[in-house]
Structures are given as structure tokens and as C-alpha cells.
């Protein structure tokens, strides 16, 4: 069955990288879209970016510096890297898979993972 | 960037009762809206994609409508497991943009 489960630190030093694998099952990531969003406690998502099926990226204006995505399509991961981490981004981030092609709905979810930045 | 402005924030209802949440696009997004659920502690659940097409395995009491800039989810005879979270969000462009969200809460 579809699966998307993210992994990483739980815990990151302010000014410092974030690096989260999305590893997936039951699908193709040739195939389907894969998306991260993020969402501080209490609050609602932010979209954050794309990693499109053909392989290119999209990703949110308002992170775009300092926000990478990749892929391994060999070990079903794509990943996130964002630098230069504050007390904002302390946040769950979420990877979700859409498979439009025309306009995208993510209709399956990462349980999550939450990453606090803290000295 | 499309903003989505999601109506009420909250919400207090009552077992049985119906309820409509709102949604509006800063600009038109030719119906490609995407409503999700979410509970507390959980990911969010896809409900309705296309303005209007219900996911399959979400009970037919909830529905979407709208098109342009203002879409519509509307629950009908509210179930306990119904009250959580909702949000709306642009389907159209990048950043896909969400609502703030709508809180639904037990009368």
C-alpha cells in the first residue's frame, strides 16, 4: 500500500541545516508528485515545495534561498534541506504525494515529523 | 501569490446539525480547490479535490461547491468523528496556498 514516512532530528541548532528524508512505498516517484509542508504548533500549512515526477523542483518564494529538494529514485527517498534555521521553524513537516497532473491534491500524507530548533 | 481567506476560524456545532465553510481566492482559480480534514495530533486528510469531487472513502455528507474566487464545504448531519479541523487550498499555482483553517468544535 502507499506509504510516505519522513525521518530526521528531532532537534537543530539555530543557524544550522535541516536534512529530512521522505521515504516512500506502493508508488513510483516517476510517476507521482511529492510535496513538503510544514505546519508550526497550533497553526496551519505552509506549502513549501515540490519535487515533480520528472525530476524538476518547485519551491515556496517566501523559503526559496534557503530551501532544497532532492531525490533518489533508486531508494524511493526524496529529500529536504533548508539552512540557516530559526525559532520559526519549528515546525511538523509533513511530505504528501499527488498524482494530478494538471492541478495537484495530496491524497496521501507522511504521519510527520516534528523538528524543533533550540540551542 | 494566491491568498485564501477561510470563514469562520471557528465554528461550534451540534451533533446532527449542518454546517458550510467558505473559502476565497485572492484571484480565480478555475475551480481547482482542494479541501482537507484534520484531526488533532494527525496528518491531514484529503476530503474533496475540483472544487467538488469527494475523495474516495468520505461519506457523501460532505460535499464542495463554488467556482471563481469562492468555494464552499459543506457537512451535512455532522457525525462525532467530524469535528476537527479544516482547511481550504489553491490548487491552481504555486506556492499552493492553504487557508488558515476553520476549527469545528462540539456545541
Known amino acids: 500500500q502507499v506509504q510516505l514516512m519522513e525521518s530526521g532530528p528531532g532537534l537543530v541548532q539555530p543557524s544550522e541545516t535541516l536534512s529530512l528524508t521522505c521515504t516512500v512505498s506502493g508508488f513510483s516517484l516517476t510517476s507521482y508528485n511529492v510535496h513538503w509542508v510544514r505546519q508550526p504548533p497550533g497553526k496551519g500549512l505552509e506549502w513549501m515545495g515540490v519535487?515533480?515526477?520528472?525530476?524538476?523542483?518547485d519551491y515556496n518564494s517566501a523559503l526559496k534561498s534557503r530551501l532544497s529538494i532532492s531525490r533518489d529514485t533508486s531508494k524511493n527517498q526524496v529529500f529536504l534541506k533548508m539552512n540557516s534555521l530559526q525559532s520559526e521553524d519549528t515546525t511538523t513537516y509533513y511530505c504528501?504525494?499527488?498524482?494530478?497532473?494538471?492541478?495537484?491534491?495530496?491524497?496521501?500524507w507522511g504521519q510527520g515529523v516534528m523538528v524543533t530548533v533550540s540551542s | 501569490d494566491i491568498q485564501m481567506t477561510q470563514s469562520p476560524t471557528s465554528l461550534a456545532a451540534s451533533v446532527g446539525e449542518s454546517v458550510t465553510i467558505t473559502c476565497l481566492a485572492s484571484e480565480d482559480i478555475y475551480g481547482s480547490l482542494v479541501w482537507y480534514q484534520q484531526k488533532p495530533g494527525k496528518s491531514p486528510q484529503l476530503l474533496i479535490y475540483?472544487?467538488?469531487i469527494l475523495e474516495d472513502g468520505i461519506p457523501s455528507r460532505f460535499s464542495g461547491s463554488g467556482s471563481d474566487t469562492q468555494y464552499s464545504l459543506k457537512i451535512n448531519s455532522l457525525q462525532p468523528e467530524d469535528f476537527a479541523s479544516y482547511y481550504c487550498q489553491n490548487g491552481l499555482s504555486t506556492p499552493y496556498t492553504f487557508g488558515a483553517g476553520t476549527k469545528l468544535e462540539l456545541k
Open positions: 475540483g472544487a467538488t
Open positions: 504528501a504525494r499527488d498524482e494530478a497532473t494538471v492541478a495537484p491534491y495530496f491524497d496521501y
Open positions: 519535487m515533480w515526477s520528472g525530476g524538476s523542483t
